[in-house]
Every structure is written in C-alpha cells, then in structure tokens.
T-cell receptor
C-alpha cells in the first residue's frame, strides 16, 4: 500500500512565479491536510479538504494561496506570485474516511519550496 | 486557543542514555495527543498517540502518558540508540467544526552519539 505521495520533492521558483504542489493521499483516504514548516519551526496547519470540498481553511494566508481536492486526481496547493517568505517545506497528510478524533494522519515526504 | 509547548533543543545524549522530552499543552475539552518523529529530509512519522486521560502510548521503546492534571505528554525512552537521532514533535488534535487539524510544538532535535 503506497503511502502519501507528494511531488515535486524540490521546487525552485523566482519571485512572482507560481508554485503548484501536488499530493496524492493514501489509497482509501478521502481527507487531506496541508501544513507548512518554516525553517527551525514546527508545522503549521494551512487547510483541510475532503473530495471537492474545503472544510477548514483557517490557516491559509488570505491572498495568493489556494487549495483544491478534485473528485479525480491529486490535491493541489497553489501559490501565486511567490515571495521569498514562502520558502518552506510543505507537507500533505491524509486520513481515512472515518476521520474520527484520534485518527492518525499519515504524512508525505514534503515539497521543499525555494524562492529565489 | 490550542497550543503545544515542547522543551527546546537541541538535546545531545550518549548511546544507552535515558531520554525525556517534555511536552505540555493548552486546550479546551479533551484533545488527542501525539508524538511524531522526523528524520532528516523526510516527512513526519507517527511515533505514538493517546486519546484519553491516563492512556499510555508506546512504540519502539518510546512511551508517553496522557496526564490531564498536569496537561502533559512527556516522551521517554530508557536507552536511546544512534538511530533515534531525529526531530521529535508533540502535537494535539481537537475536533473543531469538523476539522481534526493537528497543532504542533516547535520540535526538539535529538542527537545520539555512539
């Protein structure tokens, strides 16, 4: 059973470009979470999605960031007009359909975004 | 709001030493508590968890007990190995409006020397 997959693993963008980060959850999982890890910091929640629905986006910056989880295909975290402060590791996690409290979230390897 | 405070690192130990990493939390209600481990260049892996007061989570020689009276979930291991060198994150989870997002501490970097 493949784990959570993220691609690309490393992404370099120049200021003002767009970054698209992809996450394929574990088989059978329909809940996806995105977290951001700044250097020397813990992970901060960004957004929680189920198929075709955003459930909680309380951690998303108000501008330039968006996320989707379509009926078919991976979840996408999109950052428009990137700035140097967006440089971080972005992790995706998935959990099974029950998603009860205490359900484990399984993390992908992350995408490390560098903005030049 | 919900928050997690971990002891600051880095922590450096010799092989076979005893490990404690302190973790305390602030939350309303009854959160679930987790320890995740991150090896260099990798994502987070669940190490152990506890979902109610007095529960003890354990895995690979690591243990942590959910103490509601002290709002703590300290991680312990009796004899560390070089392979335990990693960053350890304490986290809590509460259901808020249907969202089970995790709230993480800043992480504690552990280095174990031979």
């Amino acid at each position: 059973n493949a784990g959570v997959m993220q691609n690309p693993r490393h992404l370099v963008r120049r200021r003002g470009q767009e970054a698209r980060l992809r996450c394929s959850p574990m088989k059978g999982h329909s809940h996806v979470y995105w977290y951001r890890q700044l250097p020397e910091e813990g992970l901060k929640f960004m957004v929680y999605l189920q198929k075709e629905n955003i459930i909680d986006e309380s951690g998303m910056p108000k501008e330039r960031f968006s996320a989707e989880f379509p009926k078919e295909g991976p979840s996408i975290l999109r950052i428009q007009q990137v700035v140097r402060g967006d440089s971080a590791a972005y992790f995706c996690a998935s959990s099974p359909v029950t998603s009860a409290l205490g359900d484990t979230q399984y993390f992908g390897p992350g995408t490390r975004l560098t903005v030049l | 709001g919900n928050s997690v405070t971990q002891m600051e690192g880095p922590v450096t130990l010799s092989e076979e030493a005893f490990l404690t990493i302190n973790c305390t939390y602030t939350a309303t209600g009854y959160p679930s508590l987790f320890w995740y481990v991150q090896y260099p260049g990798e994502g987070l892996q669940l190490l152990l968890k506890a979902t109610k007061a007095d529960d003890k989570g354990s895995n690979k020689g690591f243990e942590a007990t959910y103490r509601k009276e002290t709002t703590s979930f300290h991680l312990e291991k009796g004899s560390v190995q070089v392979s335990d060198s990693a960053v350890y994150f304490c986290a809590l989870q509460r259901n808020q409006g249907g969202s089970e997002k995790l709230v993480f501490g800043k992480g504690t970097k552990l280095t174990v020397n031979p």
